[in-house]
Structures are given as C-alpha cells and as structure tokens.
C-alpha cells in the first residue's frame, strides 16, 4: 500500500502543469512579473501536508528569500513547521566547509548537522529518525554535472526507503528551460556528477529534475513539490529579479554559471580555466598557450554569441607573484540566445588539439576513465575528437538520444 501511495504520490502545488499532475492553482498571481521561489511559496502558504510536522531541511547559502534570508533561519522561526535537523551538501549548509566536513550543530540554530559530502552523499536511516518531511532548497547552475542535483537523487532515495515525504521548492534553472544540448550520459559512466541519462544541458529546474528522477528511474518517493510563480522557460536568471548567491567556491557569479557548462570539463583536461581568478570559468588557457594564437583559431571558427580576449593569469597561490602563469582567452557571452555552451566545449577542444597536439593532455583519471570523460557522461566524445572528427560530426551523432530524451522530458515540465 506504501508503495502504491509513493508511485502516485506527487504532489504539487503549480501555476501550471502537465495533464498527469494534480497540481493546485496558486493562491496569488504575481502581478510584477517577478518571480517567487518554491521558498517564498511555502511560507506564503505552507501546504497543510507540512503543518505540524518534524521536517529536515538540506540547503546551502543559496536557500534565500528575495530579502537574502536563509531558509534555515525562516523555517526555524515558524511554529507550524517545526525544523529539527540540517542536512549539508558539498560546502555546507552556511557555506563554510571547502572540503570534506563531519556531522556537527548548526550554530546558530542549535540544530543538528548531517554531512552529506565525501563520506557519504546521502542522508543515513539514523539522521532520518524521527522525521516526517524531508525538504530540498538549493539553487542550481543547469549543468549535469554540478552535484547538488545527484544530492538530489541520493536524498529522494533515501526518503522513499524510509517512508517520509520528500518536498521539493523548486528554484529556476539561471539558464533557463528551452536549450537542450550534450551527450546523454551513457549509465556505464554513472558517477556523482552525473547519476542518470541526461544530457549536459537539460534545461529543467530541480523541481522538474525531480520528478523525471522519480518516475523515469523507480525512486518512487513520496514527492511533492512546490513550484515557482511567474517563471517562464525563457527567463535566464537575472530575468526573474531574484538575487543571486554564490552556490559553491567556484560559481561566485550569475556570470560563472553562464560559462561553466562550457567551461567545466576543459577544467578537468590540463587546460586552465582561472579558477584561481576572481573570474573564474571564464578564461580557458594552459602555460604552453599563445593568447594571440588561440583567439585567431578561434575568431575563425565565427562562433556564434561570444567573443575572445586576449588574456594572462596566474594560478594558485592566489599572490600576484605566485603560481604558474597561464596564457590564452577571456570568453564573454555577447548574444545568449546564439551561445551554445556543449558546442563551444567541443570548439576550443578542437582548436587546443590541432594547435598543441604534443602538449594537450586529457587530464587525471577517475572511475575508470578520465575524469572529462565522466563530465560528459561518455567517453565517445574524447575517442572521436582523438580520431579528427569535427564537432558538427559529433553533435550529430548524439542528436537521436537528445530527441529521446526530449520525448520523455516533455512529461515532466511545469512552466511554460
């Protein structure tokens, strides 16, 4: 009977939904044409699934109102929601862990803290004791392989295996919902960063992920999740007038998250992408590179939406003095609806290839490949780009599993 209850049991409450959902119209509309986070519905009007009941949170920085107020803080603060425990993905629940970190309080709150980073990624039947609710706030960037969504993944399955309602407050995808691009990942290279088959760039927010997660791949929790008002597929992130807060060490800016899809897996190749910068993915480069080379390959190429700099950088320590001293471009997005994040990877790998063969190398290995292979949940693209196939070659033959993927997606989304 459980189990019947949690195939069926999506909930949601939407501005608009699919045939199959039975989803609730909002209580108010937004008349500003800003938007409101799955947060700032839920405490405009908690669903009544929640009243009373002992809930977790697992959030980041990122779980803010408009007003940059945590959502620990707000839910702590009510007495029709009662928040007993913490659960923390990679960084943290405050932001201040860089590594690895234990169980531990929140020391604000007094609440407990659950690790869901390194020595396990998901939330264990003890920290779940107890718990009525489990509830997921965190912004994504709208890559595959930026982890919080496998955080994602690991904590509905965790709910399911223990009966209790997982709420999803969904948060808009900063690069928004109509691109759909990249290899879908093969599950040979299930990993981590990247748990189920899609492709690079899904363009679907977490709320919509979940629901794909839960029905296409037998989770089965008891899901509910409470959508956005007033967001539309079109809108990028600084569309929706919400603030944007870091979401780890390495995306500091809306800027960063438009780039690093792109610029991700160069990052695990021995290119640099200025990481160590104040500008990080937003340069791409190596200590053998000449800047004015690089941009004229490149300039050729007429790509669509960007446009090179010329650039130098150090790496880490972070001293001016400090740290080898890369050499190549700044990338800037002058047309979003022209970019195309996966094709600009397979471009600048292409370039790099042809003009350093001998000093281009693929990176560090992991999972049984290389650690690019696994960002782009196959290792065909590397075997084809070493072969000399072009990336319109490529692009094309990954084309049938978009399609696919396109198909089954269609069933899951809740804007328009």
């Known amino acids: 009977m459980k189990l019947l209850a949690a195939v069926l049991g999506t909930v949601l409450i939407a501005t608009a939904a699919p045939a199959h959902s039975d989803a609730v119209p909002p209580t108010e509309q937004v008349s500003t044409g800003k938007v409101k986070s799955g947060l700032e519905v839920l405490l405009q009007n908690p669903p009544p699934l929640l009243i009373g009941k002992h809930v977790g949170l697992i959030t980041n920085p990122t779980g803010v109102d408009r007003l940059l107020r945590s959502s620990v803080d707000l839910l702590a603060a009510r007495s029709d929601i009662h928040l007993v425990a913490l659960f923390g993905p990679e960084h943290g629940v405050r932001g201040d862990a860089l590594g690895s970190f234990a169980d531990g309080t929140d020391p604000k709150t007094h609440l407990p803290v659950y690790s869901l980073c390194c020595r396990t990624h998901s939330p264990s039947p003890a920290s779940l004791k107890g718990l009525d609710a489990l509830i997921f706030d965190i912004q994504d960037t709208g890559a595959r392989f930026y982890t919080y969504t496998s955080t994602l993944a690991l904590s509905m399955q965790a709910a399911a295996s223990r009966g209790i309602l997982f709420v999803v407050l969904d948060r808009p995808n900063p690069l928004g919902g109509v691109e759909v691009a990249g290899p879908v990942l093969d599950p040979r290279w299930k990993s981590f960063i990247g748990m189920y088959p899609i492709p690079i760039l899904h363009g679907m927010t977490v709320g919509e992920l979940a629901r794909l997660f839960n029905r296409e791949f037998g989770i089965n929790a008891n899901l509910m999740v409470i959508p956005m008002d007033g967001w539309k597929r079109s809108m990028w992130f600084d569309d929706t007038g919400l603030p944007w807060v870091i979401t780890s060490p390495g995306i500091p800016h809306f800027q960063t998250a438009v780039l690093y899809p792109a610029m991700g897996p160069l990052g ?81 790998l292409d370039v790099v290839r042809h003009l350093y063969p001998n000093r281009f190398q693929w990176g560090p290995q992991a999972g049984g490949g290389y650690l690019f292979d696994l960002d782009m949940g196959t290792d065909k693209v590397r075997h084809e780009l070493s072969l000399g196939k072009s990336p319109q070659q490529i692009e094309h033959e990954w084309q049938a599993d978009l399609d696919h993927f396109m198909k089954i997606r269609a069933s899951y989304l809740l804007y328009p």
């Open 268 to 348: 695990d190749t021995n290119l640099s992408v200025g990481v160590q910068t104040t500008k990080p993915f937003e340069f791409v480069g190596a200590t053998y590179a000449e800047p004015w080379q690089l941009r004229s390959k490149l300039e050729a190429r007429r790509l669509n939406g960007v446009a090179f700099r010329e650039a130098y950088w150090r790496g880490a320590p972070w001293l001016e003095t400090g740290g080898p001293q890369f050499a190549g471009v700044e990338i800037r997005v002058t047309d979003r609806a022209a970019y195309h994040p996966v094709d600009l990877t397979l471009q600048i």
